[in-house]
Structure formats: structure tokens, C-alpha cells
């Protein structure tokens, strides 16, 4: 029992004094615009990263599967 109440102890401690790591990775690809003018094919990607497929006329790139 004094064992079980120590460890609780030592884990709260622990858990407030430890500081929080946060950790973040970003990826990106550049895509080629030769299918679809500048500022459509701007707001197109724009309106993929918040995941709204508005659909680009390409047919995908290098980093697009085929969903079945």
C-alpha cells in the first residue's frame, strides 16, 4: 500500500514538473501548373489542403494514387 501511494506520488510530481515536447513535421511538393492558369490553379490548391477536392482537370501528379 505505502508503495502503491509513493508511486502515485513520484508520478504526479513527475507529470507536473515535466515540460511538454511538442513536435511538428511539414512536407510539401511543388505541382505543375501547365494544365490550369496561375490564380485557378492557385485557389484549387488552396482549397485541397483544407480537403476540398473542387477537382483540377490534371488527372493528379506524382504524389497522387488511384482511390478505387
Known sequence: MVAAILG???GITYAFLKKPIY???LSFALKDDKAI???LSAALGLASQ???D???GNGGGAF???LQ
Do not use: C, P
Request: glycine share 28%.
Open 23 to 25: 513536435q511538428a513535421t
Open 50 to 52: 483544407f480537403g476540398i
Open 54 to 56: 473542387l477537382g483540377s
Open 64 to 66: 497522387f494514387g488511384k
Open 37 to 39: 492558369g496561375g490564380w
Open 8 to 10: 502515485e506520488l513520484l
